[in-house]
Structure formats: C-alpha cells, structure tokens
C-alpha cells in the first residue's frame, strides 16, 4: 500500500518556539494532504486542506496565521506550528491520498496516514 | 449535520467475534471507512464501502446501507493484538469525518 512519513516522530519545544513537521509521500504524488490533530483519547480533528501549488484550505477554528502549510511538491507537505504553546502540545497526524490505490472510490480516494508526530510544548 | 456515532467501548474474548456499529447522519457522504488506531500510532486503513452490503477481507468485513446510515465492521477470530481504537469516517469529495473511534479490548 502507499506510504507516508512523517519527520519529526517527536517533538519538545519552549513556549514561544515555531516547530516545522514534513509530511511525505514516499510511493506515489499526492495532490491534496491533510493535516489532523488529535489530543488525548479523542477522535482526529481536521486542521486543514493541503493542495499543491496553491493556498491550504483551513477547518473553522483553526488559525491560518499559526498554523502555515506549505505544500510545494507532489510528495511534500509542511506544517510549521508558529509561536507554539501548551495548548498546541497534540498528535499532529498527516495523511495523502493516492487517486491509484487498488479498490479507491471514484470520488473519494483512500486517505493513507503518516506515522504522526507528538508535539510536546513546554 | 455530519454526526458519526458509534459505541465508546467494547470487550470481547480472544478468539470471538465482534461487531462495531456505526451510524451517520448526512447526504454528503460519498464511502465510509474503516480504520484501525493502536495507541499512540496513526490509524492504518482497513476498509471501505461505497456501494450497500458487505466486504469481506480476511478476519475483517465492513458492511453499509446507505438508506439507513448505517455500518458496521465485523472482525472475526479476535486476537490480542486487534485491541485498538477502531474509527468509522465518512468520506466525501472534499475530506473524511471522523467518528470518535470504539476502543476495543481483547480479554485472553
């Protein structure tokens, strides 16, 4: 199946810090990656739309200006936490679709997810 | 709305079978997956469904009926290790909508 990384696994900061996290498709070209985050024993919260070539899409709530992606290839995607506090400290999980996976609906391809990175904010 | 619901917990014994519901309350949903979080991990996709009825893979099937926005995953001959999180998402053209997950446990 296809692969996504993820660099950093991990991550501890100072408060005031920007962190960056690269999201990766390793076996095919990703037009489109999303961003998710997840805190402790919940569901994972998409952050934004990563489209190549052009400007991400973000969820309500979610701070454009605090949370930049850059998606400047078809197989890398960046999320930069700037000005990172305690409250950002969560699993920030990537994921890319691949329109060619075997079995992949027309209109919604198979989202394949990075290994995630643990952002510790202290 | 977009509501994903499914159960918070279950437990099951090894070797048993187990079915996880799912029910979703919207017309904006193209498919409906299956995934498989172990703690700390990313999920790991294991099935979808687009058209009504069942998928078989393995120890593994997924059922939908888009009329009643319902599925469920159905896993078969439970191991220890199939104790994880386990997430319906909707999928639509744009993104994937995340029920909160059913942890499930495997007693020996």
């Known amino acids: 199946g296809a692969v996504v990384s993820q660099h950093p696994s991990w991550v501890i900061c100072k408060s005031g810090t920007s962190v960056k996290i690269e999201c990766r498709s390793l076996?095919?070209?990703?037009?489109?990656m999303f961003w998710y985050r997840q805190f402790p024993k919940q569901s994972l919260m998409l952050m934004a739309t990563?489209?190549?070539?052009?400007?991400?899409?973000?969820e309500q709530g979610v701070e454009k200006d605090k949370f930049l992606i850059n998606h400047a290839s078809l197989t890398l995607s960046t999320l930069t936490v700037t000005s990172a506090h305690p409250e950002d400290s969560s699993f920030y999980i990537c994921?890319?679709?691949?329109?060619?996976?075997?079995?992949?609906?027309?209109?919604?391809?198979?989202?394949?997810f990075g290994p995630g990175t643990r952002l510790t904010v202290l | 709305g977009q509501n994903i619901d499914q159960p918070t917990e279950m437990t099951a014994t090894e070797g048993a079978i187990v079915q996880i519901n799912c029910t979703y309350q919207?017309?904006?949903?193209?498919?409906l997956f299956w995934y498989q979080q172990h703690a700390g991990e990313a999920p790991t996709f294991l099935s979808y469904n687009v058209l009504d009825g069942l998928e078989e893979k393995g120890r593994f099937s997924s059922f939908l009926s888009r009329s009643k926005g319902y599925s469920y995953l159905l896993l078969k001959e439970l191991q220890m290790k199939d104790s994880a999180s386990y997430l319906c998402?909707?999928?639509?053209?744009?993104?994937?909508?995340f029920g909160s997950g059913t942890q499930l446990t495997v007693l020996p």
């Open positions: 994921s890319a679709r691949d329109p060619l996976a075997s079995g992949g609906p027309t209109s919604t391809d198979t989202q394949y």
């Open positions: 076996d095919f070209q990703a037009t489109t």
């Open positions: 998402a909707g999928g639509s053209a744009r993104q994937l909508t």
């Open positions: 919207t017309s904006g949903f193209n498919g």
């Open positions: 990563s489209n190549e070539g052009s400007k991400a899409t973000y």
